[in-house]
């Protein structure tokens, strides 16, 4: 598991998980988060340390 790409208002996350019996891949997914301000109910940017916290965590799409 890890980070796809972090942008300007989003990051999405990949992750996969392996049947811990056999090693087989089980699923994947991708999940996309949106920074928002939920009094203006609005996509905000993120901070700067957390895109650049994100980027620690890089991992490239299975298959991709």
Known sequence: SG???AGETKVTFYHRMN????GVL???AKVL????DLDKRRA???AP????R????R???EGA
């Not at 049947?19 to 056999?22: F, S």
């Not at 988060?33 to 928002?36: A, G, I, S, Y």
Request: hydrophobic content about 45%; glycine content about 0%; charged content about 30%.
């Open 59 to 61: 991992v490239r799409e």
């Open 54 to 57: 994100a980027q620690a965590y």
């Open 44 to 46: 905000e940017p993120l």
């Open 3 to 5: 980070v796809l790409e």
């Open 49 to 52: 340390e957390i895109r650049e």
């Open 26 to 28: 089980a699923m994947t």
């Open 33 to 36: 988060t949106v920074n928002m």
């Open 19 to 22: 049947n811990v019996e056999t």
